[in-house]
């Protein structure tokens, strides 16, 4: 999500926020005069919404770790339950939402995703690759110590577009991210960048390297793929499996992107 006025009003505690919200949030601590505007519109995942609002007004800081670690072991625990438990009606949606995975009439779709454990923290990223009516194909890898929601979210993006690139087919290949910060930084923002020696009127480019490079690649490619936005944790299969490969490679600690193996969809959901 976008970070809106009415959600800073949410998150913080007589107008302040805590050491480890600014963590998450990337920001200086404690926070400068300006720190509300320097968040507006700033895209957050799902999961450090929900850490943000359960930090509201922790001052001790060993509280707020806690409850950052107790969010993330409920976040490991819902990963690794059985879909037994499922009820029927979950069950369709959850198929149906699977139907959707080969979009726009390509027969190649590649879901991409990154998570981190605060922010910066420990990140990685995943995917899941769809090609025709096979089995789709999960990998995770690009883990950080160090990371950010946006590192990861550009790394994730950029393995797509490799992957992209290396497979053959006369169709145009979709690749969907759940973050529109990756998608418009490189097939919008960059131009403009670009044009004035990558550089923007306000504040430095962060993670500048990372978008130049996946930017360059998406130029060479660009008209071979159709690269679309996709609401995260929305019950699209595709999209909750790459989240569950970001997951994975933040366990896994693997720097190289790796195939995951499974028997079945329902048992990595």
């Known amino acids: 999500m976008n970070i809106t006025t009415n959600f800073i009003e949410l998150i913080t505690n007589n107008d302040t926020l805590n050491k480890t919200q600014c963590k998450i949030l990337n920001i200086d601590f404690p926070t400068d005069a300006n720190w509300q505007e320097l968040l507006q519109n700033k895209e957050i995942s799902e999961h450090d919404v929900n850490k943000l609002i359960l930090l509201k007004g922790i001052v001790a800081v060993k509280s707020q770790e806690q409850i950052d670690?107790?969010?993330?072991?409920?976040?490991?625990?819902?990963?690794?339950?059985?879909?037994?438990?499922?009820?029927?009606q979950t069950q369709k949606t959850a198929s149906v939402s699977?139907?959707?995975?080969?979009?726009?009439?390509?027969?190649?779709?590649?879901?991409?995703?990154?998570a981190c454990s605060g922010n910066p923290g420990k990140s990685g990223s995943g995917l899941a690759v769809y090609k025709?009516?096979?089995k789709p194909v999960l990998y995770y890898g690009n883990y950080e110590k160090h990371g950010t929601n946006n590192t990861a979210e550009l790394k994730a993006l950029y393995k797509a577009l490799l992957l992209a690139d290396e497979i053959k087919t006369e169709e145009?290949?979709?690749?969907?991210?759940?973050?529109k910060y990756s998608i418009d930084c490189i097939s919008t923002w960059a131009y403009s960048w670009k044009r004035n020696g990558w550089t923007k009127k306000f504040g430095e480019i962060k993670n500048l390297e990372l978008i130049k490079n996946t930017h360059n690649l998406y130029e060479q490619i660009k008209n071979n793929i159709i690269i679309k936005h996709v609401k995260g944790h929305s019950g699209v299969e595709g999209n909750e499996l790459a989240d569950r490969m970001a997951l994975h490679a933040i366990k896994a600690q693997n720097d190289e992107f790796e195939v995951y193996s499974y028997t079945s969809i329902d048992s990595v959901l």
């Open 69 to 88: 670690k107790n969010y993330m072991e409920i976040i490991e625990f819902k990963k690794n339950k059985t879909v037994t438990k499922e009820t029927p």
């Open 132 to 134: 025709n009516a096979e």
């Open 172 to 179: 145009k290949v979709m690749i969907l991210s759940d973050s």
């Open 98 to 114: 699977s139907t959707s995975n080969n979009q726009n009439n390509t027969n190649v779709s590649i879901y991409c995703d990154g």
